[in-house]
């Protein structure tokens, strides 16, 4: 399994744009790559998913203002978010999933305040 690293959180004002980055130490060539965050006082919560074929699904929270996308020659997804909300405060994680196996990474904190 490979070993995942988040980077590109931050404070942000409610409208602005943030990209984050998910680096995997391995190839993710095969794999089903998600992003979940978790909010203060909250459950985790899906937050989108991408095939190893580039399918893309979202959240209904976020769909139409976050897009996730992947580069497997650098062996990176991203999670690129835009119109972002004080709701979207929380840290992100990403998740890899190939068969039975899954892995997390150590989250990026996201914060969205005026």
């Known amino acids: 399994q490979v070993q995942l690293v988040e980077s590109g959180g931050g404070l942000v004002q409610p409208g602005w744009s943030l990209t984050l980055s998910c680096a995997a130490s391995g190839t993710i060539f095969g794999y089903v790559m998600a992003w979940h965050r978790e909010a203060p006082g909250k459950q985790r919560e899906w937050v989108a998913t991408?095939?190893?074929?580039?399918?893309?699904m979202y959240a209904a929270s976020v769909r139409g203002r976050f897009t996730i996308s992947r580069d497997n020659a650098k062996n990176t997804v991203y999670l690129q978010m835009n119109s972002l909300k004080p709701e979207d405060t929380a840290v992100y994680y990403c998740?890899?999933?190939?068969?039975?196996?899954?892995?997390w990474g150590q989250g990026t904190q996201v914060i969205v305040s005026s």
């Open positions: 998740k890899s999933v190939r068969g039975a196996y899954n892995s």
């Open positions: 991408i095939s190893s074929l580039g399918t893309t």
